[in-house]
């Protein structure tokens, strides 16, 4: 019996150990920053696009060949490819290990979360490829990486293709669904260090997540409807990805203010990202 107590309590103590590096936690740290950065580049084009002086709509993909041609532009791609990196390993922690609710009683809604980190990491692992791509083939960017109509393609080739698409628009539509639940009860503000923010800090961190995390789960939902409808008409040309989702909206009726208030959304959640880097609680 003794021994059976002790498994649990050793993992425990690992994870809390792994977790608690210094180094873990500085890469975890630096990617949130990196996330942040990325997402306020999405974000300040969008809005641009929205008022009519330049930029573009495009995907976090699109955001990285917009910094690599910037002046030192190869500089911060590598420090964001860095971030980056150091944002998938804490996912990938966080999946294995899950060090923020070690002790706790394994639940659906745990084994959910873990699912969701690995399929960050795997999401985030892509976008370190990209950045990599740019650094050392500068010019061929977004065009070498495989956009969600080519992978809705490969999978709509498969036997159960239409099923396999649709699923994934489903669950798309349910992570869309629990962002705009999260940003509504507004509980992402347990994971920081509130006696460490003056209390402008905490007012504003908490505006930011809510709204930031409503625009994603506002893009999550319909990037999840159109997989639905790739999978229904079994066209993967139905299919969109961030930045086509934001195209899309720029083309709609009152396109201009739906994809302003959207862009306004993204820099939110870039601004709350980089509050995480500062103040989130990387193990309690």
Known sequence: MTHHNSQPQNLHQQAQRVAAHPWVEKLARFGYAAKGTVYFVVGLLAAQTAIGSGGETTSTSG???EIVAQPFGKVLLGLIAIGIMGYVFWRLVQTVLDPEHQGEKLSLKRVAQRLGYAVSAISYGSLVLTAIGLLFSLGEGEGNSLTTE???ARFLSQPFGQWLVGLAGGLTVIVGLYHFYNAYQ???MQKFKQH???PTEHKWTKRAGQFGMAAR????GLIGIFLILAAWQSKASQARGFGGVLATLEHQP???WLLGIVALGLIAYSIYALVEARYRHIVD
């Open 63 to 65: 955001a990285l060949e």
């Open 150 to 152: 080519d992978w809705t």
């Open 186 to 188: 507004a509980k992402f």
């Open 196 to 198: 460490q923010m003056s």
């Open 217 to 220: 789960g506002f893009m999550f």
């Open 254 to 256: 009152f396109g201009s």
